[in-house]
């Protein structure tokens, strides 16, 4: 036969099973009214993805047409006359390099600059014609094939002389070859200088033509 305390165990046991039962049957019932948890949002299948590229224009520069117009120079300064003292040196250079002879030189007579083929006074050889045609005689001498061949007659030589007297522009005017016509030029031209023409009292240059015979001592 049990003692007197052997039914508060079997009392106590009781009590934990009813705590255990209710506390699995709480447990049941929270889970059963729980709410499930709802599946996160595709974004990808709401938003479909869109590789858009944004390209920005090419920016192209185009400068200015400038039109460049130069400054026109200013012109050169015209050059000082010289001084007296400059003048006085003649044709000594000056420092620009210019003979002192063309600074403000007077102006050649347009007489001076001419041709003449007939002047008022005509040029004259030294000795006259005679001193001509004695110059002639003894510097013109008588080409080889020339004497050769016979050749013999007069080779017409143009020449002028200048308002200096200086005989120059040699040149054969009607020849006879055979040597002949070089012969005459070279001796008109080593002449000495004559008495130059004139014309209106100024010496000028005149064109003058003279016969060179051959032989010289016809």
């Given amino acids: 036969?049990?003692?007197?305390?052997?039914?508060?165990?079997?009392?106590?046991?009781?009590?934990?099973?009813?705590?255990?039962?209710?506390?699995?049957?709480?447990?049941?019932?929270?889970?059963?009214?729980?709410?499930?948890?709802e599946p996160a949002p595709d974004f990808a299948s709401t938003y479909p993805e869109t590789?858009?590229?944004y390209e920005q224009?090419?920016?192209?520069?185009?400068?200015?047409?400038?039109?460049?117009?130069?400054t026109p120079a200013d012109?050169?300064?015209?050059?000082?006359?010289?001084?007296?003292?400059?003048?006085?040196?003649?044709?000594?250079?000056?420092?620009?390099?210019?003979?002192?002879?063309?600074?403000?030189?007077?102006?050649a007579d347009p007489a001076a600059e001419r041709l003449f083929t007939e002047v008022e006074q005509m040029p004259e050889p030294p000795g006259g014609a005679a001193?001509?045609?004695a110059y002639l005689r003894d510097n013109v001498k008588y080409p080889a094939e020339a004497r050769h061949n016979g050749v013999s007659g007069k080779v017409l030589v143009t020449f002028v002389v200048g308002a200096d007297g200086q005989v120059r522009e040699a040149r054969?005017?009607?020849?006879?070859?055979?040597?002949?016509?070089?012969?005459?030029?070279?001796?008109?031209?080593?002449?000495p200088a004559w008495t130059p023409g004139r014309q209106n009292g100024q010496a000028v240059s005149v064109q003058y033509t003279v016969p060179v015979t051959f032989p010289p001592n016809w």
């Avoid at 052997?6 to 447990?27: N, V, Y």
């Avoid at 005017?173 to 005459?184: I, R, S, T, V, Y």
């Fill in 1 to 37: 036969m049990p003692g007197p305390h052997s039914s508060r165990p079997s009392a106590e046991t009781d009590q934990a099973l009813i705590w255990l039962f209710g506390l699995a049957l709480g447990l049941l019932l929270l889970l059963r009214w729980w709410p499930e948890e």
């Fill in 51 to 53: 590789s858009t590229v």
């Fill in 57 to 70: 224009p090419a920016a192209t520069y185009e400068p200015p047409s400038a039109t460049y117009e130069p």
């Fill in 75 to 107: 012109p050169a300064p015209e050059p000082a006359p010289p001084s007296q003292d400059e003048w006085q040196q003649g044709n000594q250079f000056l420092k620009d390099g210019r003979a002192a002879s063309d600074w403000n030189a007077p102006a």
């Fill in 131 to 133: 001193g001509l045609a």
């Fill in 172 to 191: 054969v005017h009607k020849g006879l070859g055979a040597g002949c016509d070089k012969e005459a030029v070279q001796a008109v031209s080593r002449m």
